[in-house]
């Protein structure tokens, strides 16, 4: 069984930071792409940050100089440092990949997502 499982989420105060992880487990060969997403109440999901296998990031304009993605690639894991945390950054995070879980084919997979509050 193949999963995406956040942790890290939580309550903070404004201003504050909080460290998401996601770790792909299971039966997967390799693991191309991941990402952040984040989706609030009412509004659509859209991208946080992202990084390639070989460690190139890109980040939403809202995260530039207070967000930073990593991975490592032994541990199948990729994080997100959330530092200088606004109300505005609360939503559920997901973390996305592509995995090769049937050899020689790539898909697409989403974490169940972990809450991030942020109080003013």
């Known amino acids: 069984q193949v999963q995406l499982v956040e942790s890290g989420g939580g309550l903070v105060q404004a201003g504050g930071s909080l460290r998401l992880s996601c770790e792909a487990s299971?039966?997967?060969?390799?693991?191309?792409?991941m990402a952040w997403y984040r989706q609030a109440p009412g509004k659509q999901r859209e991208l946080v940050a992202s990084?390639?296998?070989?460690?190139?990031?890109n980040y939403a304009d809202s995260a530039k100089g207070r967000f930073a993605i990593s991975r490592d690639n032994t541990k199948k894991t990729v994080f997100l440092q959330m530092n200088s945390l606004k109300p505005e950054d609360t939503a559920v995070y997901y973390c996305?990949?592509?995995?090769?879980?049937?050899?020689?084919?790539?898909?697409?997979?989403w974490g169940q997502g972990t809450q991030v509050t942020v109080s003013s």
């Open positions: 996305n990949a592509d995995l090769m879980i049937v050899f020689g084919q790539w898909s697409n997979y």
């Open positions: 299971g039966r997967i060969f390799s693991i191309n792409a």
């Open positions: 990084i390639s296998r070989g460690g190139i990031t």
